[in-house]
């Protein structure tokens, strides 16, 4: 059975750094693409950025850029989302997700997610 389990979320002042962390069982992620969402209150869930199988190359949205980096370890088959000088606007649960496809920034595009983890910025 696949698994995602996302873990590092918590509480962190504006201009903070937090990594986030997604352990995958049950399947063996290296020649996946894989990808980081959120979803603030009220709002749709978002794409945050996608990470290549190798993980040589990442993409992101507008609004994360120049601020997050995902990396991977496939030897540990876990994927991360550093996230630097984070803004009352990063608050959001925070979700992993492997990639089928189509387009890396379409939720519909991803078959298997986390669970989720809550980030709050606060100001």
């Known amino acids: 059975q696949v698994q995602l389990v996302e873990s590092g979320g918590g509480l962190v002042q504006a201009g903070g750094s937090l990594r986030l962390s997604c352990a995958a069982s049950?399947?063996?992620?290296?020649?996946?693409?894989m990808g980081w969402f959120r979803q603030a209150p009220g709002k749709e869930r978002e794409f945050v950025g996608a990470?290549?199988?190798?993980?040589?190359?990442?993409y992101y949205a507008n609004s994360v850029k120049e601020r997050f980096i995902i990396s991977r370890d496939n030897a540990k088959n876990t994927v991360y989302l550093q996230m630097n000088s984070l803004k009352p606007e990063d608050t959001a649960v925070y979700y992993c997700?492997?990639?089928?496809?189509?387009?890396?920034?379409?939720?519909?595009?991803?078959?298997?997610w986390g669970q989720g983890t809550q980030l709050t910025v606060s100001s």
């Open positions: 990470i290549s199988e190798s993980g040589v190359s990442t």
């Open positions: 997700a492997v990639f089928r496809a189509g387009y890396y920034y379409s939720e519909k595009s991803y078959n298997y």
């Open positions: 049950g399947h063996t992620f290296s020649s996946d693409v």
